[in-house]
C-alpha cells in the first residue's frame, strides 16, 4: 500500500463549477501538506502549503486538512478551462524535508 | 526571481550512453532535490542535498545513478551506463528550510534512452 493514495481520475467538471479533490495518507508524522498543479510537460506548482490541520483559503483555493483521518482535500471554486491540469497532493515530515507525493488526479474543466 | 532551472530539457540517447542532468536552483535556497517522474511510479524523490552535502540517497536506484553538488548553485544528476528503463522525466527542486519554504520544482528533462 501507497504512503499517499490519490484517485488518478479523470475528473470532467463544466466550466464554473466546484472541482473537490483529495488525498489520504497512512503516515501520522507527515506534518506539512502541499498541492502542487503540473500542466503538460512543466514541472509542479505549488498552489497551497499547509502545516497540521485546519483550513487555509487562497482566492478560488480552499485547501483542508484532517490530520485525524489523515484525510487531505483541495477545493477550487469557479473553475476555469485554466485550471485543467494534473494536481498533485504532497507531504513531509519537516519542513523543507522530502516531500512524499499522492499519484495525481487529472482535472478537465470544459468550457 | 529566476526559478530553478535544468538543462537539457530534452534528452534522447542510446543505452549503454553516459547522461548527465543539470540544475541551477534559486539563489539563496539550501536544500536541493532531484526527482523521477514515470507514469507507473509517479513522482519519487532520489536525492537531497542540504548545503551541497547529501543527505539522504536511498531514492537513487542503483549504482549507475550518482548526484553531485560541487556548490550552492549547480547540480548534476548522471547515469552511465543508462539503460531504457531509465526514460522518464527528471525534476530538480530547491527550497529554503530556514523560512520553512516549500520546495520548487524546476521544469524538468525528458530523458529517452533508446
Known amino acids: 500500500q501507497k504512503e499517499v493514495e490519490q484517485d488518478p481520475g479523470p475528473l470532467s467538471v463544466p466550466e464554473g463549477a466546484i472541482v473537490s479533490l483529495n488525498c489520504t495518507y497512512s503516515n501520522s508524522a507527515f506534518q506539512y501538506f502541499m498541492w502542487y498543479r503540473q500542466y503538460s510537460r512543466k514541472g509542479p506548482e505549488l498552489l497551497m502549503y499547509t502545516y497540521s490541520s485546519g483550513n487555509k483559503e487562497d482566492g478560488r483555493f480552499t485547501a483542508q486538512v484532517d490530520k485525524s483521518s489523515k484525510y487531505i482535500s483541495l477545493f477550487i471554486r469557479d473553475s476555469q478551462p485554466s485550471d485543467s491540469a494534473t494536481y498533485l497532493c504532497?507531504?513531509?515530515?519537516?519542513?523543507?524535508?522530502?516531500?512524499?507525493f499522492g499519484g495525481g488526479t487529472r482535472v478537465l474543466v470544459k468550457p | 526571481d529566476a526559478g530553478v532551472i535544468q538543462s537539457p530539457r530534452h534528452e534522447v540517447t542510446e543505452m549503454g550512453q553516459e547522461v548527465t542532468l543539470r540544475c541551477k536552483p534559486i539563489?539563496?535556497?539550501?536544500?536541493l532535490f532531484w526527482y523521477r517522474q514515470t507514469m507507473m511510479r509517479g513522482l519519487e524523490l532520489l536525492i537531497y542535498f542540504n548545503n551541497n552535502v547529501p543527505i539522504d540517497d536511498s531514492g537513487m536506484p542503483e549504482d549507475r545513478f550518482s548526484a553531485k553538488m560541487p556548490n550552492a548553485s549547480f547540480s548534476t544528476l548522471k547515469i552511465q551506463p543508462s539503460e531504457p528503463r531509465d526514460s522518464a522525466v527528471y525534476f530538480c527542486?530547491?527550497?529554503?528550510?530556514?523560512?520553512?519554504?516549500?520546495?520548487?520544482f524546476g521544469d524538468g528533462t525528458r530523458l529517452s534512452i533508446l
Open positions: 504532497a507531504m513531509s515530515k519537516a519542513a523543507g524535508n522530502k516531500l512524499t
Open positions: 527542486a530547491s527550497s529554503f528550510r530556514a523560512s520553512n519554504q516549500p520546495q520548487h
Open positions: 539563489s539563496g535556497h539550501d536544500y
